[in-house]
């Protein structure tokens, strides 16, 4: 990551980017530096200027330009503003960055009070402003929005980002063993971070030791940055200066070396000569260094960009890079070094890897996908509630144009708890079963497509009733059950016990229903409670643990049998010919259950249902004196 640090560092400033913006040349600039090296023509000789006055043709006469184009003095390296028909009868100058800097012109007359700026506030952008890229000296005119013309580099600014934290991690001891802990010193003379521990224990503050100067960690890493260079001693001779060079051993030595030691009879020459010569190969290998260090930065960079999941921050960009990856590609493609001393260096760069490398670079033009959906509407005159379900409708809102692909549904608990997905499809219309009765729903719907998923809807809230009405069920019944009378009268063909269950399941609030026994011959044995449901259909209900249920206790043809269910309490009781039939019959009861039936042939029962609550009970108090029948 270290060679992509230059690829993050504005060309003006030598900071990294803050606030970058592209150019039209695809260079970055941050939007201060810009603003810092803006430079105004003169409004005397600006287009505007020319059209206000109505002269046919001016000094600088770009009238046909676009104001956002680019153009360069050929060979030159700095900007120029082309379209001259005829000489400037102002000159201009250069600046060091390379903008045509052009004098001063005459004062504006004082803004109006109602017109300063305000305290705190950045100064406008003049008129006629120009801006000269610091990389590539290619010049422009700001239009009327000045630098908001330019796109922001988003994708930019978020590798800066993870690569600042990436560098921020603290610095670890270099003598742990085992998990470094974080440094709080560095010994500058050693060279090594230490944590406390490590200090203490190979660093004491005494001795020789005690002379040794300690800095904090941030500051000994800059220090090995900037540290002088060390004057080197000959390996040999310890208190003596490298100050020769030998040519036949192609080493430093001192001049005891050459005193005593085996380099006596050997050519030498002076080491700052030597060095003077072998720079230029240097400087050579400082190129190559550089600019090995700049693509391998360049390819950090490229992969840093393809993580970004910002579609259109990335296409801003990558036109760009792929010029720059190609320009490269050739660059070191034409870059043959020719040795400037003797043929005994060696100056061949082995390419090949970072070629393959470039190579593999991969930008895939992602195509711009269309915006995500609009809210869609409720359409209140279609929504509604029957019973314990739900419909509603909805669409799109007539002015939108954007494709949708389906519609995603959600409802909460009917308690106040978190929305639940209940339909995901194309259709715009939804009826939803098996809500809770007496319950209070919030329902919304959002759109979606191939770009994502759009805003919500407004919150429509429902109520489900608050009496229960249902029927016998025909589809869970037992095959031996006989329905009649819109599926609210049942009998059997049996003579064993078959079971049949309501189209309503009950899980919170409380419900009445009651049921006449219409035919009762032989004395059958019949039996009323509630089930759950995968209770078993070929027995008597209540014989296995799915079902609660009262069974004959004086039943005859003409009884009414009343079931009272109670979640708040937990209970079950029965009723017989409006009498209650004990305190209670069952308790502790909790889950979904389904009014219930098990009968035979010789008997014949009606259901009615949409009933109050019995006058002698009060919902919600608990019994002291409730007891298990």
């Known amino acids: ?349 082995d390419s090949g890897p970072l070629l393959q490398t470039i190579h593999q670079l991969d930008f895939v033009q992602m195509k711009v996908s269309s915006p995500v959906p609009a809210a869609p509407m409720l359409q209140l005159e279609e929504c509604c509630t029957q019973n314990n379900s739900a419909t509603l409708s909805w669409k799109q809102p007539p002015l939108s144009t954007i494709a949708v692909e389906g519609y995603i549904l959600e409802l909460d608990d009917g308690n106040g708890g978190p929305f639940r997905e209940v339909y995901v499809g194309s259709e715009t219309i939804c009826t939803v079963d098996g809500l809770h009765f007496n319950s209070t729903y919030k329902a919304r719907v959002k759109a979606f497509n191939a770009s994502g998923v759009g805003q919500y809807s407004k919150t429509l809230i429902m109520q489900t009733s608050e009496i229960a009405w249902f029927t016998f069920d025909p589809a869970s019944a037992h095959p031996d059950i006989i329905l009649s009378n819109d599926n609210l009268t049942v009998t059997c063909n049996s003579y064993d016990d078959r079971v049949v269950m309501g189209n309503s399941a009950f899980s919170r609030g409380v419900h009445y229903w009651e049921m006449t026994v219409d035919r009762y011959d032989n004395h059958p044995d019949p039996a009323f409670g509630i089930a759950r449901g995968d209770v078993l259909k070929d027995v008597m209900l209540g014989k296995d643990d799915k079902a609660w249920a009262m069974t004959d206790g004086g039943i005859s043809k003409g009884a009414t049998i009343g079931v009272l269910l109670d979640f708040t309490r937990r209970i079950v009781i029965f009723l017989l010919n409006d009498e209650q039939q004990g305190p ?12 219930a039936i098990s009968l035979n042939r010789n008997v014949q029962v009606t259901l009615h249902t949409g009933l109050p609550i019995p006058d002698f009970y009060t919902p919600g108090e608990a019994d002291p004196t409730s007891s298990v029948c």
Request: aromatic share 6%; net charge neutral.
């Open 584 to 595: 209670v019959a069952f308790e502790a009861i909790e889950g979904l259950y389904y009014p």
């Open 1 to 349: 990551m270290d060679e992509m640090e230059e690829e993050l560092k504005c060309p003006v400033c030598g900071s990294f980017y803050r606030e970058p913006i592209i150019l039209p040349c695809s260079h970055n600039i941050c939007q201060a530096c810009a603003r810092n090296i803006l430079v105004q023509t003169p409004e005397a000789e600006s287009p505007q200027s020319s059209r206000a006055s109505g002269s046919g043709v001016s000094d600088y006469d770009y009238l046909d330009l676009d104001k956002m184009s680019l153009y360069s003095e050929a060979d030159s390296g700095y900007g120029s503003y082309g379209g001259f028909v005829s000489t400037p009868t102002t000159p201009c100058q250069k600046s060091p960055n390379g903008v045509r800097v052009f004098p001063p012109t005459v004062p504006q007359p004082p803004h109006p009070q109602h017109l300063l700026p305000q305290p705190g506030s950045l100064p406008p952008i003049p008129r006629n402003s120009c801006i000269t890229c610091p990389q590539c000296h290619r010049s422009l005119i700001l239009d009327e929005r000045g630098l908001r013309g330019f796109p922001k580099n988003r994708v930019l600014e978020g590798v800066v980002d993870r690569y600042q934290q990436s560098k921020a991690a603290a610095l670890k001891c270099q003598l742990c063993e085992k998990s470094p802990k974080e440094a709080i010193v560095m010994c500058e003379q050693c060279d090594v971070f230490y944590c406390d521990p490590c200090r203490l224990r190979c660093h004491p503050p005494r001795g020789p030791l005690a002379k040794h100067r300690l800095v904090p960690p941030a500051q000994g890493r800059i220090s090995r940055r900037t540290s002088p260079r060390k004057i080197s001693t000959c390996t040999e001779h310890e208190l003596e200066n490298l100050s020769m060079y030998c040519v036949q051993c192609k080493m430093p030595v001192c001049y005891q070396c050459l005193e005593e030691g085996k380099h006596g009879t050997h050519e030498v020459k002076a080491l700052g000569a030597m060095w003077k010569l072998h720079k230029v190969v240097r400087d050579q290998i400082s190129h190559c260094t550089v600019k090995l260090r700049q693509t391998t930065g360049l390819m950090e960079y490229c992969l840093e960009v393809i993580k970004e999941n910002d579609p259109s921050g990335f296409l801003q960009i990558s036109d760009a890079l792929i010029r720059r990856v190609h320009m490269t590609e050739s660059q070191w493609g034409k870059g043959t070094l020719t040795p400037r001393m003797t043929s005994d260096f060696d100056l061949t760069l």
